[in-house]
């Protein structure tokens, strides 16, 4: 298996590159995604309108793709690497990093921990996507498609419904 390189066995802790930063990543992720919720930007009072539900199943979506992606990466599977590294650039980094612009550090919401969320965001997001190119051209694989496709899909979807979502 030409995967192996990237492989993680699990009996011990010295696991991969990729997969360090990924967990990073996905942390700083989520962290941010969780103080958009906790500051009040989506009001979640009473019936939802489409675009907001799309939008909480589009994020409870990516976490579990970007475990799925974890779980195939570490088995030695491209696809899972490349997938991970996707939703590091698309998601972590411009959709979870990109709003520094409307709340620069020292963002005075939740602070310091929005300023982690979305610098982190933006650093561990970018720097996933590059280990995971990487990686894979290191290990000379050659990912399928399916993975990274869905990846991009979720990205694209919950992008969109979050787009058209109102923000309070």
């Known amino acids: 298996m030409r995967g192996k390189q990237f492989a993680w066995s ?8 990729w997969l360090w930063l990924g967990l990073v990543t996905m942390f700083v ?3 941010h995604i969780v103080i958009d919720f ?12 489409l675009t907001e539900a799309a939008t909480l199943v589009g994020v409870a979506l990516i976490q579990l793709w970007w475990a799925i ?5 570490a088995q030695g599977n491209g696809s899972g690497v490349a997938s991970a590294g996707i939703l590091g650039a698309g998601w972590a980094a411009l959709t979870n990093g990109f709003p520094i612009v409307y709340c620069p550090p020292v963002c005075e919401e939740a602070r310091p921990l929005t300023d982690i969320g979305h610098v982190g965001s ?6 996933l996507a590059l280990v ?4 894979l051209w290191r290990a000379r694989v050659r990912p399928g498609w399916f993975m990274p496709a869905v990846a991009t899909a979720l ?14």
């Not at 933006?122 to 720097?127: A, D, Y």
């Not at 694209?156 to 923000?167: K, R």
Request: aromatic fraction near 10%; avoid cysteine; charged fraction near 10%.
């Open 10 to 17: 699990g009996r011990d802790w010295r696991m991969p590159v």
């Open 29 to 31: 992720s989520v962290l």
């Open 38 to 49: 906790g500051v009040g930007l989506f009001d979640l009072h009473g019936t939802l309108s």
């Open 69 to 73: 992606s974890f779980t195939a990466g």
């Open 122 to 127: 933006i650093v561990f997001g970018i720097l």
């Open 132 to 135: 995971a190119v990487w990686t």
């Open 155 to 168: 990205v694209v979807g919950t992008l969109v419904a979050l787009a058209n979502t109102p923000i309070t």
